[in-house]
C-alpha cells in the first residue's frame, strides 16, 4: 500500500488491498472485481472530461 511508501494511499489502492488475495492479488469474489472496473471506468471518463474542459479553454476544474 501506498502509506508504506510514506504517502496516503487512494480509494482505489486500499479498496484493491483489502478485497484481493495476499497469495495471488486476485479478486475475492466477481462483484469487487466488477466494482473496480466500474470506479476505473468511471475515474478514466471523469478525468477525460476535465482534461477537455481544460483544452477548450474553460478554466481549471478543481480536483475533487
Given at each position: ?12 489502492e ?31 471518463r ?7 474542459i ?9 480536483d475533487?
Amino acid at each position: 500500500m501506498t502509506m508504506e511508501l510514506g504517502q496516503i494511499p487512494t480509494q482505489s489502492e486500499v479498496f484493491a488491498r483489502t478485497h484481493t488475495r495476499k497469495e495471488d492479488r486476485s479478486w475475492v469474489d466477481k462483484r469487487s472485481g466488477d466494482v473496480n472496473d466500474v470506479f476505473l471506468a468511471e475515474l478514466k471518463r471523469l478525468q477525460e472530461e476535465r482534461q477537455a474542459i481544460i483544452d477548450a479553454g474553460g478554466p481549471e476544474p478543481p480536483d475533487r
